[in-house]
């Protein structure tokens, strides 16, 4: 995985508000309702709907036209995205997954095949800038 530095648009941006209290209160009792919410989904109808979405996104006119995609790398109950990962390399797609470090978001290049196909990886856990 190459890791791609820049300084916009980064979480630790100082042109961004604080949020407050309540909203941040409000988006982890969201995303707690949506884990149970995917954990009660079967691993096989997530595994068919992965591949429903990349169907349904293969049709999409930018996405074949693109030569540079930035998607993420699915873990735990969340819908696969290893297929559609895998797609886009197939037909030459520079694929760029996000991580955080050290609380900042940045960006790293996949390659499959690699080390990077893991989810920690994938999301920047054990990759350092000379990626």
Known sequence: MRRVSGGR?????????APD???VAAKGALRQQ???????IPAEERTRRGRLITRALWL????????VVLSFSSFGSEVPTD????SLQEAGVTVFLPF?????????????GTNSS????ARGAACSPAC
């Open 9 to 17: 648009g980064r979480a630790g941006d100082a042109r961004r508000a």
């Open 21 to 23: 209290d309540a909203a």
């Open 34 to 40: 949506m884990r149970r919410i995917r954990r009660a």
């Open 60 to 67: 999409l006119p930018e996405l074949r036209r693109a030569d």
């Open 83 to 86: 297929d559609f990962l895998g």
């Open 100 to 112: 955080l470090d050290s609380g900042e978001m940045d960006v790293a290049e996949f390659r499959r």
């Open 118 to 121: 893991s989810p920690a990886t």
